[in-house]
């Protein structure tokens, strides 16, 4: 695809239900990372994916969040038990390194996130 | 812990005057330093990466300096426009790290 891309765009749930948000990312990407944004705050990272390594997870806020990907491109948040902290912009993001030969991570192509809201 | 610091109230600027946007940090060595463009509602946009060993950058109305001793950039936004109107978010990167400012809401008046 031309970009990534995250569904849905928008959620509302209720206290306590479970919610799984999906990411896209740019075909060939090996990195990818879920941020979550609050209103009028920064991005917070969550977790990062690279190529077939174990994800760095030592964002996620509770054992309530989790994410995975399937081979190596589609990317899934899941909050269980929802509460009403955990309204908040999700993003999702994707970059074609770091890896061996260029071991910084650069530019991170951003989708136009989910927007969470717990009721 | 590592902090980046961005100005955390509006920056209002005349249309056709430069605007310019400071990221500070502290307990960090970046490899690379970023700016992104984040317009409501949607996901922060890349503009410029500026690598340590690198003191300036430019591209078209923008340009990025890089102070590793103060630990310190400049984001600078020449013949500034309407449009320009956004927020600005620093990041900084070495490794498989990356890390976000908060960004600095950017005003341009006509």
């Known amino acids: 695809g031309a970009g990534v891309s995250q569904s849905p765009s928008n959620k509302v749930t209720e206290k306590g239900k479970d919610v799984e948000l999906r990411c896209d990312p740019i075909?060939?990407?090996?990195?990818l990372y879920w941020y979550r944004q609050s209103l009028g705050q920064g991005l917070e990272f969550l977790i990062y994916f690279q190529g077939n390594s174990a994800p760095d997870k030592s964002g996620l806020p509770s054992d309530r969040f989790s994410a995975e990907r399937t081979g190596g491109s589609v990317s899934t948040l899941t909050i269980q038990r929802t509460q009403q902290e955990d309204s908040a912009v999700y993003l999702c993001?994707?970059?074609?390194?770091?890896?061996?030969?260029?071991?910084?991570?650069?530019?991170?192509?951003f989708g136009p996130g989910t927007r969470l809201l717990v009721l | 812990s590592q902090k980046i610091e961005q100005n955390s109230e509006a920056l209002n600027i005349q249309e056709g005057k430069t605007a310019t946007l400071t990221c500070n940090y502290t307990?960090?060595?970046?490899?690379?330093l970023q700016w992104y463009r984040q317009d409501p509602g949607r996901g922060p946009v890349f503009l410029l990466l500026i690598r340590e060993n690198e003191k300036e950058k430019r591209k078209e109305r923008l340009k990025v300096t890089f102070d590793t001793t103060l630990k310190q950039s400049l984001f600078h936004i020449t013949a500034s426009q309407p449009a320009d109107s956004a927020t600005y978010l620093c990041?900084?990167?070495?490794?498989?790290?990356?890390?976000f400012g908060k960004g600095t809401r950017l005003h341009i008046l006509p």
């Open positions: 993001a994707s970059s074609l390194g770091p890896w061996q030969g260029a071991p910084v991570v650069e530019t991170q192509y």
């Open positions: 990041a900084l990167s070495r490794d498989d790290k990356i890390i």
């Open positions: 075909s060939g990407h090996t990195a």
């Open positions: 307990n960090y060595s970046p490899a690379y």
